[in-house]
C-alpha cells in the first residue's frame, strides 16, 4: 500500500511536476487520516502529503466507497451472498456513503474546467448513508437469497477471517479491512459535488442495482417484470444526506 499509495502517487507527481503539468488532479479516500486504523487510509493521507510536497497546486479529491460494473464492494457482497452458506459481517454499525464511479469521472471532468479548484479538496460521497448491516440486508432482499447474515464481533474471529482470506489471490476480508472500522462520511469542511454542479446518484437507484442484479438465480432474474416483486428501491433504515 505504502508503494502505490505513497512512493507511486509521489514519483508521479515528480514527473508532472518536471513536464510542467497544468493541473494535477490526485484521487485519495474518503477517511484518509494520519491517525486511522487501517494502513489503507494512513498510506491515503501520507500519499497527500507526499504529493503536496512536489506539486502544492494539487487538487486532491477524497471519494467514498466507490460503486460501479464489476466493482470490488458491491460484486464482492452479491458473490459472497450467492455462493457462500451464511454471510460474515464485520463492522455491522459502522456507516458508509456509497458514491457512483461515474459520478467520481464527470467531478474530475469538471474540476479540470475550475481555476479555483487548484489546491482545493474536495469530498465526494452518495446521497445516502447506511450501515454494513443495512447495507447487506439490502443486497440480500435485492438478490432474493435470505441468506443467514452472522455478525462477527469477537477480535479473534474476525483477525482468523482476515489472516487467512487474505491469502486469497482476490481477497473478500483482509487483516487491513478487519481493522477498518471507521465511519466513511463526508465531514462536510470541504467542498463536494454541489460545488461542482454534480448531483450524485444513489446506490439504490436502477443504475446501482442493475450492478448485481446478474448475481440472482437465473429463475428469478424476471422477477421485476411481476406487479406484485419489484425490487427494493431503498435501504429499510438509512438516511439521505444534504450533498456539500
Known sequence: MHDVH???????????????????IHVSALGASLDASSDWLKTKAEGEL???????????????????A????????????????????LHPETENQPVWVNDIAKAIINILKIRESDGQIYELGGPQIMTNRQ???WVNV?????????????????WHLGYWLGQHRNPRFTLDSVKQS???????????FSD??????????PTGRATILYLRKPI???DVMRDNDKDPEAIEGSRETSIN
Open 70 to 89: 464489476q466493482d470490488s464492494f458491491l460484486n464482492n457482497i452479491g458473490t459472497m451472498i450467492k455462493f457462500w452458506p451464511v454471510y460474515l459481517l
Open 6 to 24: 505513497v512512493a507511486g502517487a509521489k514519483r508521479i507527481a515528480e514527473v508532472a511536476k518536471e513536464l510542467k503539468v497544468d493541473k494535477f
Open 220 to 222: 428469478r432474474m424476471l
Open 182 to 192: 471507521e465511519n466513511i462520511l463526508c465531514s462536510q469542511k470541504y467542498p463536494g
Open 135 to 137: 447495507l447487506i440486508d
Open 196 to 205: 461542482l454542479s454534480l448531483s450524485p446518484i444513489s446506490i439504490t437507484s
Open 50 to 68: 507526499a504529493v503536496k510536497s512536489i506539486f502544492p497546486e494539487v487538487t486532491i479529491i477524497r471519494p467514498a466507497t466507490i460503486f460501479g
Open 142 to 158: 435485492l438478490l432474493k437469497y435470505e441468506k443467514r447474515i452472522i455478525e462477527i464481533k469477537h477480535e479473534n474471529i474476525s
